[in-house]
Structure formats: C-alpha cells, structure tokens
Nanobody, 116 residues
C-alpha cells in the first residue's frame, strides 16, 4: 500500500488548510485511515482517524476545529483544519491500516506551519 498526502503549507493563525491522502496499491476497502503529527524530537501523535464504517476518533486538542472525512471511495481521507493555531505546526503523516493488508502504512509527511 502506498500513501500520497497533499495539502500542507503555511497559513496564518486562524486560517484553514485541508490535507488529503490517497491509498494505492493493494489497499482494502475495510480499513482505518487517519492523520498523525510529529514535531522533531517528539513522538508521533494521533490527530484523527476514521474507519471505513465511519467511526471517528479525534483528539481533544483539535476537536471542534478539525474534521476528518472519507472521500467517495474508501481509499481517501481528508482532514479539514480550521482555526489553526501556532501549536498545530508540525509534520502531518497519513496513516492506513487494514487487517486484510498486513502492517500499518505511513505517508511521506506533509509540513503544516501556522504563523502567529
């Protein structure tokens, strides 16, 4: 499974960005996809995830500001980020897991920078 993420960039505090990720290769329609973020030197932390059945898990620090959603096919996930804060600055990684596809997979990482 290969993951292609897009949509990062530089935005002012209070602004919005949308991240998108598409899975290709041997992906399964029964899966979970989501986004983690990592600041250099720190652990990679979950931001939000969604299953193919629509169950979502969103961390408290972004609830009400970030929305995770699926595309029309089960190999795409989007993260709408509103009211961005400087502390949201990080490298965001797309994540995919399916028990039908073996191990979890990671995208290449996309930088999100929020200026104050």
């Amino acid at each position: 499974v290969q993951l292609q993420a897009s949509g990062g960039g530089l935005v002012q505090a209070g602004g919005s960005l949308t991240l998108s990720c598409v899975a290709s290769g041997n992906w399964s329609s029964i899966n979970a996809m989501g986004w983690y973020r990592q600041v250099s030197g720190n652990a990679r932390d979950l931001v939000a995830a969604i299953t193919s059945g629509g169950y979502t898990n969103v961390v408290d620090s972004v609830k009400g500001r970030f929305t995770i959603s699926r595309g029309s096919t089960k190999n795409r996930v989007n993260l709408q980020m509103n009211s961005l804060k400087p502390e949201d600055t990080s490298v965001y990684y797309c994540w995919y897991y399916s028990q039908n596809s073996g191990p979890e997979y990671w995208g290449q990482g996309t930088q999100v920078t929020v200026s104050s």
